[in-house]
């Protein structure tokens, strides 16, 4: 695995291999020195083009915790708000050094472009492209299922897939890439998808998705889920209107006080809530479900680390090993525990 840029064309083993990975390194934030050797001397270029907060931390706290060196550039106040151009941005990384580039871009298809060229010897990951892909926000999410998943059935997470696992994913499908992410890698990984949104809020084509469509959010729990994403209303994105109010989005396709009642009268006690974040409160979910014990928010937080943290760790390790052993045993080194403590 060179780059990482899609979940479409992520295969069900390599799926695997990422979040077995991320188990082991989840268990790095437990420690008290919250690193391993496993990067050192290599640098990472957190390339953003696109405002972020917790994807940008999230990608710097992974690298950092395996003593990567850390470069975060920001379109705004760079050459890029003065004209430079992409391919000049990306020889300007290369002639730095640097070995891997995570790139957020507003046009979709940019990480693509930029791994298919010469401009840059480095591994790529796309940390969200247009309205295209976000393919480690996916990854975060899957993880966060499985580890549910794994204990409703009394098993262990690893090496597992999310067969039989029941998701609908709902709101601005249109404008997402976390949706069309997830709906790949989720497929990908066993689960039963279905989307629900208004057919403005639906993309050209979205029949040939691997997934269910549904327009009516009641019937769809009704049906029974097991986990439930709330999308972001990206309002930024939007040029027409596409729903007649903020208050009939929110009664039609929000999660409300309601429906997080509705999830006790059918039985569904088990069933998680999700959200990638930012959260638009009161429009696409209420405050009672966000905080409710229910939600996996922080958690996904929480987890993102730990995913992109495997992500850099397999692609620039350079270890051809089966990954899951070599990260247990740095966070057991206790040699490297006490000489970085120092």
């Known amino acids: 695995?060179?780059?990482?840029?899609?979940?479409?064309?992520?295969?069900?083993?390599n799926a695997i291999r990422i979040l077995d990975t991320a188990e082991e390194m989840s268990a790095v934030g437990d420690r008290e020195v919250k690193k391993l050797p496993a990067l050192r001397g290599r640098t990472v270029v957190n390339l953003f083009f696109e405002d972020s907060t917790r994807t940008r931390i999230s990608f710097e706290a992974a690298a950092k915790r395996l003593s990567a060196d850390v470069i975060n550039f920001a379109a705004k106040g760079s050459s890029v708000s003065k004209?430079?151009?992409?391919?000049d941005t990306a020889q300007t990384l290369a002639a730095m050094g640097a070995d891997a580039v995570v790139i957020r871009h507003w046009a979709s298809g940019a990480p693509h472009r930029l791994a298919a060229t010469d401009w840059i010897d480095a591994a790529v990951i796309n940390a969200g492209d247009g309205t295209h892909e976000h393919p480690t926000q996916a990854l975060l999410d899957a993880f966060t299922m499985r580890r549910h998943w794994a204990t409703l059935n009394g098993t262990s997470s690893a090496g597992a897939d999310l067969r039989g696992m029941r998701v609908a994913i709902a709101g601005d499908?249109?404008?997402?890439r976390v949706a069309r992410s997830n709906v790949w890698l989720l497929r990908t990984l066993g689960a039963e998808v279905t989307l629900v949104a208004p057919p403005t809020l639906l993309p050209i084509g979205v029949g040939q998705?691997?997934?269910?469509?549904?327009y009516n959010m009641d019937e769809t729990l009704e049906k029974g889920v097991d986990a439930v994403m709330m999308l972001r209303v990206q309002g930024e994105r939007m040029n027409a209107s596409f729903f007649p109010t903020t208050r009939e989005y929110s009664r039609r396709w929000g999660f409300d006080d309601n429906r997080l009642r509705t999830l006790d009268r059918l039985g569904l006690?088990?069933?998680?809530?999700?959200?990638?974040?930012?959260?638009?409160r009161g429009l696409e979910i209420s405050?009672?479900?966000?905080?409710?014990?229910?939600?996996t928010v922080l958690a996904q937080v929480r987890n993102g680390v730990s995913i992109r943290m495997a992500a850099l760790y397999l692609l620039l390790s350079g270890d051809t090993?089966?990954?899951?052993?070599?990260?247990?045993?740095?966070?057991?080194?206790?040699?490297?525990?006490?000489?970085e403590s120092h």
């Open 1 to 13: 695995m060179k780059h990482l840029l899609s979940t479409e064309d992520l295969s069900l083993s």
């Open 269 to 280: 006690k088990d069933t998680i809530i999700m959200h990638p974040g930012p959260m638009n």
């Open 83 to 87: 004209g430079e151009s992409l391919k």
């Open 173 to 176: 499908v249109l404008h997402s």
């Open 287 to 295: 405050s009672a479900a966000a905080d409710s014990h229910r939600s």
């Open 209 to 214: 998705w691997p997934c269910s469509v549904s």
């Open 321 to 339: 090993r089966e990954p899951a052993a070599t990260p247990a045993a740095y966070s057991t080194n206790a040699a490297y525990s006490t000489k």
